[in-house]
């Protein structure tokens, strides 16, 4: 046990391993911070035999994770892809103003209905005063009972029939001075008086009025009133326009005609006829729109002969003179059924 307890380092034979010469050395060559800072790989490493020393670059202050960089643009198939996906999301939002547009007109329709009361309304067209014997017979208000999409289209008709009785009225003054140089063409006169009061009401009531109910209650049966009427005043646009003499308008021939006996008044009838042409082209042109319209709104010839039978169907002088009918028929079968054989 003795042995146990004994000091090996007491020994005198006892050589200590710090003391090697090898230890010494590298304890000497060691960097001046001592061994917990020391880096081996500070230093260039050993080169092999017959291999120069290479230097190793110092690390980077600014360190950055690395980020891989495309080497490739993307596929050409996803570019069209989000221009499809751009172009719904606008159609979208086109359609989610255009409905919202649609809301607040129907509300604000509705608020003036309310004011005025749908049944309560009170005649404004013509605009007569008040002292006039006679009152206003019809109620026109476009933007109260047309949609905001049809209310340009109503309002250009509107100008357009203005127009026309316009170039009626100055057909009169046109067929007056006519008159007044030439005597013989006083049945001209007398034809534009009676052309302006019956083409002016009779072109409202027959085919503008026809056209403001359509656009308004969106109306089939309206719109193939407005298309015969509007033709036939179509062909008497022209034929005003060329002006046959006797037929009471300062068309071109009438003008050119009255040239011999006047040359202002024939300039004065120049001017109508011009009047007339424009009219003639304008109603071509809106002619046209209005069909298009008409074609978008999903109308149709079916629909028109169902509003027809619709409407006398529930026509009370229709149903009471159908009743009287049938009563007689009844009737009269009864006294034929009743009546004794000779």
Request: proline letters at 8%; glycine letters at 6%.
């Amino acid at each position: 046990m003795c042995d146990f307890d004994s000091n090996p380092f007491a020994d005198p034979d006892f050589s200590n391993p710090f003391q090697d010469p090898s230890v010494i050395q590298v304890t000497r060559s060691a960097p001046p911070g001592g061994l917990e800072e020391y880096n081996p790989f500070r230093h260039a490493r050993t080169a092999g035999p017959g291999n120069a020393a290479k230097s190793t670059p110092a690390p980077s202050q600014n360190t950055q994770p690395a980020i891989m960089k495309p080497t490739e643009e993307p596929p050409a198939y996803s570019q069209p892809r989000n221009q499809d996906q751009a172009r719904a999301q606008a159609e979208l939002l086109r359609r989610q103003e255009e409905l919202e547009r649609k809301a607040a007109e129907l509300d604000h329709r509705e608020r003036e209905l309310q004011s005025h009361g749908a049944a309560g309304r009170k005649n404004n067209w013509p605009p007569l005063p008040q002292m006039f014997p006679v009152g206003p017979c019809f109620y026109h208000d476009i933007a109260v009972d047309v949609p905001i999409e049809f209310q340009k289209t109503v309002k250009i008709m509107y100008n357009l029939w203005i127009f026309h009785a316009g170039t009626l009225f100055v057909n009169m003054f046109g067929c007056l001075a006519w008159f007044s140089v030439d005597g013989s063409h006083g049945v001209d006169f007398g034809l534009a008086i009676l052309w302006f009061l019956l083409f002016t009401p009779c072109s409202f009531v027959c085919w503008y009025r026809p056209l403001y109910g359509a656009f308004r209650s969106d109306s089939s049966f309206r719109f193939f009133i407005f298309f015969f009427v509007y033709i036939c005043q179509f062909g008497v646009h022209v034929l005003q326009a060329i002006g046959i003499t006797g037929w009471g308008t300062c068309g071109w021939i009438a003008a050119l005609t009255s040239l011999n006996s006047s040359i202002p008044v024939g300039i004065i009838m120049l001017l109508v006829a011009a009047l007339f042409t424009a009219l003639s082209v304008g109603s071509l042109i809106m002619f046209k729109k209005v069909h298009a319209l008409y074609r978008t709104t999903g109308a149709s010839f079916e629909k028109a002969q169902q509003e027809f039978a619709t409407g006398v169907m529930s026509n009370k002088t229709v149903q009471t003179a159908a009743a009287n009918a049938a009563a007689s028929v009844a009737s009269n079968a009864a006294r034929g059924a009743f009546k004794p054989h000779p």
